[in-house]
């Protein structure tokens, strides 16, 4: 995928147009623009370079030896039609085969330009970077600050906008979306767009509609869809665009603590005493249908009980797979159903999932946040090639000395009557909670590269899946997986003591927002 900031909108256009753009026209050559960076980002570069106005600019990426005359030629190779700076690129889809950046994998960057449609001129001297995997380094942003009552509130959430779609035959890039959004207290919302140097992300505050006092607690993007903000007291907000929100009716004042995407205009929000609620349609209207699920789960063997106490569970997370979907919540709770069970109706059987608990404290004081769900690739040194289904939720336990993290996993969960038990990791050297876990995927070899977790104290926990298989030539073929999947974590410094709420990955890294205004990020 390649993004541009606002008002610069580039377009993928067919190798035909593009060679016959290349080398006609009635203007002139451009002399190789001065000032040119390109620096590595996982399975992303962000190119740079001093543009004049004038100048249609050309930027070639590939392989090493890609340039301006055989880029059409080398695999992997590709080519930015009136690129501005700066140029992130990544990965996009293409007849729905993922085209990427590589971590590992070494690429090229050249540009030359052009004047009023003329040859293109002199290439950039070629810069040859690396991508590599981001999560071990972390920094902080500046303080983020609430729009709507001006204090630093706590940023619950956050969602990266995609941007690219497919249209008529053409790979188009309409950004409409913004890199990352951050929503939390008294409806904060804040939106990113790529500074000029084109390291680092900048956030702009917006105005989400809700009732004063509503936090945000979860947001969510599909593509050419838009984001949809869900928080207490079921308000909702809805904005294709990250920066203009138009308030949605939920039909419900149940406090909403999670969203999951189930298809591209097809979502499920969850929440506060057992509630679930189904969203369907959306797009250029802003308008979604809403439906009460809840009956599914409430009805469902082994949750009766529970969601008809005194205290039910509250839902704080769901997530949806291949063959599943997932929610996880407080008491211990997490059950799955099959992955299109709420699109089509509203009692789909939500089924509790068997976990080995540790056994030192009954599973009611346990209480699980997020989930995620990816799948883990590998290629033996044999060549053999094998992937496991892998769905992780953290959480916290408390016991005599306290709250302390919490992670389960599960490993090939290949439908709604096949699973294997969760298992339990538990950290008692650390206290508080985790409240995020995000799961980054690699398109060198279709699957997890690594885990990260973040919760309370700036605790971020660091699981690295696996390293990159090259060939002979050093092209990446694979993956070996390095760790047993979700069991060996690491805790890396994010910077900060505060609580960190929600973890995003984009391009060039993750985003950690947390309390106080807080943003986190590594690149």
Known sequence: ??????????????????????????????????????????????????????????????????????????????????????????????????????????????????????????????????????????????????????????????????????????????????????????????????????????????????????????????PSFGFLAVGTGGQASYSLDGMSWVPQSSGTTQNFRGIGAGAQTAFLAVGDNCSVFGINGGGTTQTTVWADFSNGFRNSPGFTAACSSATPPSLRAVAVGNYAEVMVGSQGVLAYTSATAYASNTTGVWVPATITWPGNVAPASYNLNAVTYGVVN????????????????VGDYTDGSGTHPLIIYTTNAAGTNSWVGWNAIEFAAQTGSLHAVNGITDPGNGGLTQ??????????????????????????????????????????????????????????????????????FTN
């Open 378 to 393: 590998e290629t033996q040194p044999d060549g053999t090639f094998f992937s496991a289904l892998l769905w992780v939720a």
């Open 451 to 520: 885990l990260v977790a973040a919760g309370d104290q700036g605790l971020i926990l660091r699981d690295l899946l696996a390293t990159p298989v090259t060939d002979t030539s050093g092209n990446v073929i694979g993956a070996t997986i390095t760790s047993t999947p979700a069991q060996s974590w690491s805790v890396v410094s994010s910077g900060t003591v505060n609580p960190l709420y929600a973890l995003v990955f984009g391009h060039n890294g993750l985003q950690a927002p947390g309390a106080a205004g807080t943003r986190a």
């Open 1 to 222: 995928m390649i993004l541009v900031r606002p008002a610069r909108l580039a377009a993928l256009l067919s190798l035909s147009m593009l060679l016959a753009a290349c080398g006609g026209g009635k203007g002139s050559t451009a002399n190789p623009p001065p000032g040119v960076t390109v620096l590595p980002g996982d399975q992303s570069l962000v190119v740079n370079w001093t543009a004049d106005p004038n100048v249609e600019y050309w930027v070639f990426y590939g392989p090493p030896g890609t340039n301006q005359f055989n880029f059409d030629t080398i695999p992997g190779a590709s080519v930015v039609h009136g690129a501005l700076p700066p140029l992130v690129v990544s990965s996009y889809l293409l007849n729905g085969l993922q085209i990427g950046l590589i971590n590992g994998q070494s690429y090229t960057v050249s540009i030359n330009g052009r004047v009023n449609g003329g040859p293109g001129g002199a290439a950039t001297t070629p810069v040859t970077v690396t991508p590599r995997a981001a999560g071990a380094n972390w920094q902080l942003g500046p303080t983020l600050t609430n729009s709507i009552d001006g204090h630093a509130d706590a940023l619950l959430a956050g969602s990266y906008g995609q941007a690219w779609y497919y249209n008529n035959g053409l790979i188009t890039a309409e950004f409409l979306a913004p890199e990352f959004v951050l929503v939390g207290q008294n409806g904060a919302a804040f939106y990113s767009t790529l500074d000029p140097t084109g390291q680092t992300f900048s956030y702009t505050p917006t105005v989400t509609g809700v009732t004063s006092g509503t936090d945000l607690t979860g947001v969510i993007s599909a």
